[in-house]
């Protein structure tokens, strides 16, 4: 995952989110299906780690403590998501 | 509670102002069938839900509305970015001009406030769970009649998304009725 772009990275953890919050909807009307609550975990450690990774080289997405802000306080000033 | 993620569920990039789809958004914004509606309406019914897995799904599925009423907020400030004043005029959006400037505001593509009456929550979750069904319909014959009026693909390509979410929404709560019924028994 070293040469990759932030732009390649907001990609796939889009993809891997999405994946996921649909993947959370299953669930909760198919909770005994263990392949697809398999296919979650690996999916949200991977997503995890591009989080991580998306944190650190660049900003965190989260708030209320749930990214770090290692560049000073990034929050205000990253670009918000509905601008173009 | 809620923790909030800097990033569009779906991607949103309409890069040519359009004050008619704006207009036209705002069904989806503060209409009877908006995302506001769904979000309030399955956020509210989740709390006195009797059975978990129906519970999880309506606080899920709601949450998940706010995510898409963003991308309509979105949508609708982009349209309305860079217009000019002629613009607005022959799209009839110089009056919304006036009153919200660029902003999106809570109403429907006729201009009437979005109202709770829209909401059902009747504590009954058969009741709930079939109004809710028929909720995403509407929703995704909005989004169809909305794709029907534009032809720009950045436009259509993030309202196809939010229609497909309704067709799977509208499975979800299926399954979830069938789990009332049989826990009912």
């Known amino acids: 995952m070293n040469n990759i772009t932030e732009k390649e990275l907001l990609q796939q953890i889009a993809e891997y989110e999405f994946f996921l919050v649909d993947l959370n909807l299953y669930l909760d009307t198919h909770s005994s299906d263990t392949g697809a609550l398999n296919d979650y975990n690996s999916h949200s450690q991977q997503l995890t780690v591009l989080k991580d990774k998306y944190t650190r080289d660049y900003a965190p997405l989260e708030n209320f403590g749930n990214a770090l802000s290692l560049s000073g306080w990034q929050w205000n000033d990253t670009p918000w998501p509905w601008d173009l | ?185």
């Open chain 2, 1 to 185: 509670m809620w923790i909030y993620e800097k990033r569009l569920l779906y991607p949103v990039k309409i890069t040519n102002p359009n004050p008619r789809m704006a207009r036209l958004l705002l069904e989806q914004y503060g209409g009877s069938s908006s995302e506001l509606t769904a979000a309030n309406t399955y956020l509210n019914q989740r709390y006195t839900m009797p059975f978990g897995a129906v519970r999880a799904l309506l606080t899920d599925i709601g949450t998940e509305e706010l995510a898409h009423l963003e991308m309509i907020a979105s949508m609708i400030t982009q349209c309305l970015k860079a217009v000019s004043i002629e613009q607005l005029k022959s799209a009839g959006m110089d009056g919304w001009y006036a009153a919200h400037r660029t902003s999106p505001y809570p109403v429907n593509s006729s201009g009437e406030p979005w109202t709770t009456t829209y909401i059902v929550s009747s504590g009954d979750p058969v009741t709930d769970l079939t109004h809710d069904m028929a909720s995403e319909q509407q929703a995704r014959a909005v989004y169809e009649g909305l794709i029907d009026t534009s032809d720009d693909s950045n436009i259509t390509k993030p309202l196809q998304f939010l229609r497909q979410r309704e067709i799977v929404h509208y499975q979800r709560f299926e399954e979830a009725l069938a789990i009332v019924r049989t826990e009912l028994k």
